[in-house]
């Protein structure tokens, strides 16, 4: 169960606020539908819910609010946007990547897809799915950790009728399961077929919070049902007399023998019948009818299943009366959806004259079994309290979740190295570092005057930072900042999880990979020096040591710097600037301020240490200690050394900050 309480968003300058004051409840075992035109702050409500964005209120999700539940993606099934999932991974990757960072059997990815009917897509690339298939692929990430609540952003928006009614399936199942369902929408019949309560928005307000058949008495427009022998012939009267007497009148067929009159009354339907001597059977004012395309109303179905013609499986032909054709109807076409006015034209346009069509024979139960497992939900899914009245089954999900996998402190390790090694980025920036280096490292010995130690790192002095050092750099941004471009965990907080041992393991990933590149970088540059200009240029240094820890270091501060700086600033441009300015903007002020008269030298500080501590170094260990104060002494090492430190007290204290608010 899901419960808002005042939920206000901060007001901008002078504007007022998105949404002000909005409370409202989802009960479990229904599916409710947030409605409002565009604008009407149907996504921030969800985004101050899952505290995606500052605001006031609070929202209870079964008694808690987000930021107590240790598991958030297990509680609440989030889907917002499109796929959150970089576009070169696999569809298959993808959910065992998130199987890992929920912390369940990886199992579950493949019992999702069969669930959603992905399985013979399950090697394509996100960036390949279609819109149907990308939202299919949404669902699974929503529903893999089986949670007890989902919370979909406008769902069905550029679905086809088929995919909506498979997807609406797929919330009525989990609904039939005891969960939870919010939505939200801009389409009136949308909410008032597929959810049990509709919650009305205008202007950032909440305006109506009504059970569905309440919404569509009220707040859809009236109708005259007739039924009678002669539908087509009482359909061709009502049409030209509208013309005749230039009013807007629509009459729509919806199978055998009804017809449902919109712009009339019933005085006026009888009053034609009479005229011409039709035969009607009923002839009866109703108000709430979703329009062309709804399914059938209460008390009907067990007629619809009976009249052999209703429920045909293909559409009806188009029959021309006077100068408008009886077409296939429904608020969609494969061109894309129709427009029409809220909460006033159930048939999707407004016209003049007059307008016969038959119902979408989608409705009635025709649907497409080839789509997948998951599409023979029938009209299940598509009327208000449907659960109790139609027959036709609700659609499959995989099945609940059993055994809860312990706490470990692998399962972000585990979720990060499927992260990193999911798509080629990583390979490519590693590829292009080498072969920048090989080139740099020819050019500068060709030029001369470089330094052996700056020759194999393909470090020339007008650059702030040797290629590998950069391309480590990126790789840390991307560790944060890949996240935030496509979120793979939009319930924990703050999008990305501010969580120290997400961080460890990102930092010990993103370390590992600069020296592997800092390896290679050095063995690739000697290699190359050697084929090109013999042994002379390869040879190892003296103060090899000491070098190594520092070009190392460098690597490895580059690439973290990078982690720290794209998590604070949610920006992988963010995180590669922080990068870039740590030589460019820090090492000249830690330069300035070492060169200062007042700065008293670290010279002999091993030798005080052991002084202080009484200890002997075993294994001659003061000279290591040494090496290591000489690398932090330097400008550039002391410099990362202060940057990576107030990186990582930013990110403590915006992690500290987000579970205090």
């Known amino acids: 169960m899901i419960q808002a309480f005042g939920l206000t968003s901060n007001s901008r300058k002078d504007l007022p606020p998105a949404v002000d004051d909005v409370s409202f409840e989802a009960r479990a075992g229904c599916v409710t539908a947030l409605l409002g035109a565009t604008g009407a702050g149907k996504t921030t409500v969800l985004r101050l819910m899952l505290e995606l964005e500052q605001g006031r209120g609070l929202t209870y999700f079964r ?190 067929r919806e199978g055998g023998n009804r017809l449902s009159v919109y712009g009339s009354t019933c005085a006026d339907v009888g009053e034609t019948a009479f005229r011409h001597g039709v035969l009607v059977h009923q002839l009866a004012d109703e108000i709430g009818d979703m329009g062309p395309g709804a399914g059938p109303l209460p008390g009907e179905a067990a007629e619809a299943v009976q009249d052999p013609r209703a429920g045909a499986t293909g559409p009806e032909t188009g029959e021309l009366l006077g100068d408008v054709a009886l077409g296939a109807a429904g608020p969609e076409t494969r061109g894309g959806p129709v427009a029409h006015d809220d909460f006033a034209s159930p048939s999707g346009s407004r016209m003049r004259g007059a307008r016969v069509m038959p119902a979408d024979p989608t409705a009635h139960g025709d649907q497409d079994t080839r789509s997948g497992p998951a599409e023979g939900t029938g009209h299940a899914a598509l009327s208000p309290a449907t659960a109790s009245r139609a027959p036709a089954p609700l659609s499959p999900l995989a099945p609940p979740i059993s055994v809860r996998s312990a706490p470990s402190p692998l399962r972000p390790l585990r979720y990060e190295l499927r992260r990193a090694a999911g798509i080629g980025t990583g390979f490519l920036t590693g590829a292009a570092v080498l072969v920048t280096s090989a080139l740099t490292a020819v050019l500068l010995a060709r030029v001369g005057h470089t330094p052996q130690a700056r020759l194999l790192a393909a470090w020339p002095r007008e650059l702030p930072l040797p290629p590998a050092a950069l391309g480590a750099g990126l790789l840390g941004a991307l560790a944060f900042g890949d996240e935030f471009r496509h979120p793979a965990l939009a319930a924990d907080r703050g999008t990305v999880p501010r969580r120290l041992g997400l961080l460890t393991a990102k930092l010990v990933v993103a370390a590992v990979t600069a020296l592997a590149i800092a390896l290679l970088v050095v063995g690739c540059d000697a290699e190359v020096l050697y084929l090109v200009y013999g042994r002379e240029l390869t040879e190892v240094p003296a103060d090899w040591l000491s070098l190594s820890a520092s070009w190392f270091g460098l690597v490895v501060g580059c690439a973290w710097a990078g982690v720290l700086a794209a998590g604070i600033f949610r920006s992988t441009t963010a995180g590669l600037a922080a990068v870039v300015s740590v030589p460019v903007l820090v090492v000249p002020l830690v330069r300035k301020a070492l060169d200062g008269g007042s700065v008293r030298a670290a010279a002999g500080l091993p030798a005080r240490l052991r002084e202080v501590l009484l200890l002997q170094w075993p294994f001659g260990g003061e000279r290591y200690l040494a090496g290591a104060v000489r690398v932090v002494a330097q400008p550039v090492g002391g410099a990362l050394t202060l940057s990576l430190t107030a990186l990582l007290c930013a990110y403590l204290l915006t992690a500290l900050r987000s579970r205090v608010r």
Not at 221 to 249: G, I, N, Q, Y
């Open 63 to 252: 008694g808690r609010p987000l930021h107590r539940i240790a598991h958030p993606a297990r509680e609440v099934g989030v889907l917002m946007g499109d796929v959150p999932g970089h576009p070169a991974r696999t569809v298959r990757g993808h959910l065992r990547m998130l199987c890992a960072a929920a912390g369940v059997p990886v199992r579950r990815a493949d019992e999702m897809l069969e669930a959603v009917g992905l399985v013979s897509l399950r090697d394509e690339r996100l960036g390949t799915l279609s819109r149907g298939m990308d939202r299919r692929l949404g669902l699974a990430c929503a529903l893999l950790p089986d949670p007890h609540t989902l919370v979909l952003d406008d769902p069905a928006e550029g679905l086809s009728t088929r995919e909506n009614h498979w997807l609406y399936g797929m919330l009525r199942a989990h609904a039939a399961q005891g969960g939870s369902v919010l939505f939200t929408t801009s389409e009136p019949k949308e909410a008032a077929r597929a959810a049990d309560h509709v919650i009305t928005l205008e202007q950032g307000r909440l305006v109506a919070d009504q059970e569905a058949m309440e919404f569509a008495r009220t707040r859809l427009r009236p109708r005259v049902v007739v039924r009678t022998p002669h539908a087509v012939r009482l359909a061709a009267l009502l049409a030209k007399e509208a013309r005749t007497a230039h009013r807007s009148v629509e009459v729509v």
